[in-house]
């Protein structure tokens, strides 16, 4: 895994609104849950959050903080579970209502821990390219009535994350250039998969207004990230919602980094 200088001592201050309403795929723990806990910070929160997570007995952090914000609404859901889909659906569009879903983040991800070519197996490649590719792809399309609400409820208003967009939370060891490392074949496949799909995504939706990118965060410590990692969910997070709010449509498309800097396909 490539390595950068990203171990930050600046954390940005965020004082605008990002989105009227945002659901985020994957928040029992981690970078999920950290994304839910600055947005409540905002100066100006988003009106309504969505935030799905599969178990309640991993999920106390998110449920108790629910209990005492009103605008944070848990879903409990597994992405690969497409059967939910329109349950889910249902449920956010009655409380958003004609306003529809502003953001999309789709940030529920596996990484198999059978990673060199001896350990790996079929089955590795099919968990992970059902939740870190097909999932993000499906539940995109099951919600897209409602982000297009959004885009069109904002009218022309310029093209970012306040007005409609769908993020795909990928990771630059999903990049082809910078592999040079090989092994960690599943997440490394699954996430260039999901890269495509983006892409193909950003081009299908180019006339709608609605903004489709991915986003390395960075190598969070966290679970997944491992003790190894560089920086904190703190950090990841507060940069991360900084690029966000600042996305245009030059970003359409694109594949960044969490602290706005590009990465190779």
Known sequence: MAKY????????????????????????RGIGLELVKQLLKLETPPKHIFATYRNPANSEELLTMAQSNPT????????????AYDQVVQTVGEVVGEEGLNLLINNAGVLPQ????QAVTPQDMRDAFETNCIAPLFLSRALLPLIQKA???SGD???????????????????IAENSGGGTY??????????????????DLTSTGILVMAMHPGWVLTEMGGPNAQITTETCCQTMLQTLAGLTDKDHGAFLRYNNTSIPW
């Open 186 to 203: 599943a997440y490394r496949c699954s996430k260039s998969a999901l890269n495509m799909s983006m892409k193909s995504l950003s081009v």
């Open 114 to 117: 059978n990673r060199d070519l």
């Open 157 to 175: 208003a310029a093209m970012g994350v306040a007005k409609a967009a769908i993020v795909q939370m990928s990771t630059a060891v999903a990049s």
């Open 151 to 153: 885009a069109t409820k």
């Open 72 to 83: 944070l609404h848990p879903i409990m859901m597994s992405v690969t579970d497409q059967a």
């Open 5 to 28: 200088n990203l171990r930050l001592n600046y954390i940005p201050i965020i004082t605008m609104s990002l989105s009227k309403s945002v659901l985020i795929t994957g928040c029992n």
